[in-house]
């Protein structure tokens, strides 16, 4: 018996998308397995490491615990779709250090970029941590995370 199927259409990364996913597939798994859009990472496919986060209608989600359905109708945003000013982000990563295997790095970005935009002004490094605590990395002590993440901040609040 053939298995039951859904057809979706999405706003992904600004592009009408139909895709036909199974009832069980998860938005990582829509993204990575079936879309190529293998940006967004799976760390622990279990929600506890942030490293899937992407922003369904601008808000940032895990893809591991979400659903393929839950996104029929929505916009989704992966890191892919970081472009324009807005990948000016990944660039002040960069030159903090803020990534060194960059496994985090897609999560951690949607994170940010979405934090930027409801938060807009100078950043604590507090703030940032709390904001952050849902994205673990393994390799940078997180200081240059933080740091990059204030720069970027203080630059999109200065228009720089
Ligand atoms: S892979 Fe989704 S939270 Fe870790
Ligand atoms: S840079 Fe390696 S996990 Fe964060």
């Known amino acids: 018996m053939p298995r039951p199927t ?3 259409t999405t706003t992904l990364n600004d592009r009408e998308v139909h895709v036909v ?3 069980r597939t998860t938005l990582l798994e829509l993204l990575r397995d079936q879309l190529d859009l293998v940006g967004t990472k799976s760390g622990c496919a279990s929600g506890d490491c942030g490293a899937c986060t992407v922003q369904v209608d ?3 989600m895990l893809a591991c615990l979400t659903l393929a359905a839950r996104v029929d109708g929505c916009s989704v945003r992966t890191v892919e779709g970081l472009t324009g000013p807005r990948g000016r982000l990944l660039q002040i990563f960069v030159e903090h250090d803020a990534a060194q295997c960059g496994f985090c790095t897609p999560g951690l970005l949607m994170q940010v970029d979405h934090l930027l935009r409801v938060r807009p002004g100078p950043l604590g490094r507090e703030e940032v941590r709390t904001a952050l605590s849902g994205n673990l990395c393994r390799c940078t002590g997180y ?4 740091d990059a993440v204030v720069d970027a901040a203080t630059r999109a609040s200065e228009g720089a």
């Open 6 to 8: 859904l057809t979706l």
């Open 21 to 23: 996913v199974e009832p």
């Open 58 to 60: 601008g808000v940032p």
């Open 143 to 146: 200081e240059k995370i933080l």
